[in-house]
């Protein structure tokens, strides 16, 4: 499991550099199998300056080369020579100067020295968004806005995400710590004890949500009830679905989760913060309107999001509506009941049989009580609009 150490950091009442954190998560059983630092953009723009293209004019032995005159906030400006179509003077770009080392989407690393290009001197090079790990693009170089200040460094100014990762070997019996905050708990308990001050982690943020209408009513049955002893819902109108804000996409990229859109990010969000499995439904495909937990006979097919059809076990739990199964509880969603594209457990809390490794998180005993924290920690039933 992979664990975050700025996201774990949020959740922990003192400040605990990474090396003595992976200490203590070793030290509470929680080995850390490997620790190592994750950068969004590789190399992290170091050396990287924002500059302002004080004057162009073509190249004296080259037709599609441009000397340009740059100002990167020193006491001199830098002459460069770019091959951009795109160039022009009054240009706010980002500069590589002579010992900068950039870091290309593809390829391989390079350090920018003092060149003769065609017999014209460049003291290094105005770059495209491929050029420097942000993008894929090579139309052209990156054009900046007008008010952004030459000299500014290029990290500061794009401010990419950088953390430090733990790889965690977790047993099957360690349910509270498959998420930040149960690592968070676990944590804290070690520190009053080997501090003697007694620490209590943060609570994840619980901004108030409550009901508001019931004009949507989606019903819940639970058949099952000795493997899904509980099972909650919460439905939601005027959902657009959209990007998600870049902190939320930026800590799931960190932790190996690829955003997708904002709700199937928020969902993914709260499963590795709390570790509460969620899964998002479109409401207006909940046939009859109501959510039934329960076994189907074996062999029943059942088409995943992933486009395969499969033969369920008997004792394969699905969440269904009144027609069928909509997903494998706590393994993964249905492709033509869930709109969106999530696979994500469902929300109960005793063990059942199941072949896959998300059954770790569904061990007798441990319940649903440890992971209230969050406010809106249940099924959302989105209706798309």
């Known amino acids: 499991m992979t664990i975050s150490y700025k996201w774990l950091s949020e959740y922990l009442p003192v400040t ?4 003595r954190l992976s200490r203590i998560l070793t030290a509470i059983g929680l ?14 723009l170091k050396g990287l300056v ?6 162009t004019e073509k190249h004296p032995n080259a037709d599609k080369l441009t000397l340009t005159k740059v100002n990167t906030g020193g006491a001199e400006l830098l002459s460069i020579v770019c091959g951009a179509p795109n160039v022009a003077a009054g240009q706010k770009v980002v500069v590589a100067p002579v010992g900068t080392t950039i870091h290309p989407s593809t390829g391989e690393p390079l350090t920018m020295k003092l060149a003769k290009i065609r017999g014209e001197e460049s003291q290094g090079m105005i770059c495209a968004e491929d050029e420097i790990g942000l993008g894929t693009s090579h139309a052209g170089i990156l054009v900046l806005p007008a008010d952004v200040k030459p000299g500014t460094p290029a990290a ?3 401010k990419p995400y950088s953390d430090t990762l733990y790889e965690i070997g977790l047993t099957p019996n360690r349910m509270d710590a498959m998420s930040h905050w149960g690592v968070a708990r676990d944590v804290c308990a070690y520190l009053t004890h080997h501090d003697k001050k007694e620490l209590r982690p943060k609570l994840p943020n619980a901004n108030g949500f409550k009901a508001d209408t019931h004009s949507l009513r989606i019903d819940v049955q639970v058949e099952n009830t000795q493997a899904c002893p509980r099972y909650s819902g919460v439905s939601i109108t005027g959902v657009k679905i959209t990007e998600s804000p870049l902190w939320l996409q930026q800590k799931l990229k960190a932790i190996g989760v690829r955003p997708i859109n904002n709700v199937v990010d928020i969902t993914n969000y709260i499963q590795h913060e709390t570790g509460q499995p969620l899964h998002a439904f479109d409401a207006d495909k909940i046939r009859g309107h109501k959510v039934i937990v329960k076994n189907l006979p ?5 088409v995943t999001l992933d486009e ?4 369920l076990d008997a004792d ?6 009144e027609e069928g199964g909509m997903c494998i509880a706590g393994v993964f969603g249905g492709l033509n009941i869930a709109a969106l594209p999530i696979a994500l457990p469902a929300s109960f809390s ?6 896959a490794s998300a059954s770790a998180k569904l061990l007798s005993g441990m319940g649903c009580a440890p992971m209230r924290p969050h406010v809106l920690k249940k099924e959302p039933i989105f209706r798309l609009r």
Do not use: H, Q
């Open 308 to 311: 395969k059809e499969r033969k």
């Open 156 to 158: 500061e100014y794009f």
């Open 31 to 44: 080995e850390v199998e490997n620790m190592k630092n994750y950068e969004e953009v590789t190399g992290s």
């Open 16 to 19: 605990v550099e990474p090396e």
């Open 350 to 355: 005793k063990a059942r049989s199941s072949k």
């Open 298 to 302: 074996a062999g029943t097919t059942f």
């Open 316 to 321: 394969d739990l699905m969440i269904c509506d």
């Open 50 to 55: 924002i500059g302002e293209v004080v004057s």
